[in-house]
């Protein structure tokens, strides 16, 4: 009879466990390995690098060749940018300019611009098989008051752009994106005050040394064969 009892009790309890599981873990199927992962983004997305100006309360879409002015506060993203839009900004509370640059100074014909960049979600944003590197702090940067903000961003990191101007990849990520060019920094050359490079009349000089010298030898060697020294 006690032996009885306590098979009823257990096919009691079993019973109830099963009715208190919700219905939506009754239902779902098993997930097979090849399966995308729930939140992923999909493998075959478009991704890419875009850029952002704080206006102080959200972040505004810009462009690789905007200049933005002295005070401003840049923001680079990697993420999935479906059907050609521009994609996410970056994440987190919006930099401060005080907080960032606020101590520095710039000097005469430069600006000073905080620069955040972020390099997306591992989960939604990188392509299969990738991991973002670390979010580096926002930085104050100074460049000229000409500068873009690609060449902002590459004062500070690697970066590559294709034949548009839009950056395609920043410090190497991503990893599979191959092409572009190298964006430099370098500033142009010096010019006299009459428009001629620098370079030029320092080469022009130097021809100008060597042609003098060469008429002084065969000068003297004309000298030399006359009086028979």
Known sequence: MLRAFRVAAGVALGAATLVSLPCSALAAPPVSPGDPVPGAADPGAARGWSVWQSDGTAWLAAAPGDSPPDGSVIG????????GTAGEPPGGELPSFQAVCGKDTAASGHKRVVLAVDFGEARSDAYPGER??????ATCVAGAESATTARLLASVARVRVNTGGDVVAVDDYPGREKGGSALGTAAPAAASEGGVPVTLIAGGAGVLALLGGGALVATRRRTTVKTGR
């Open 76 to 83: 680079w993203r990697f993420s999935v940018a479906p059907d």
């Open 132 to 137: 973002p590197p670390a979010e580096p702090a």
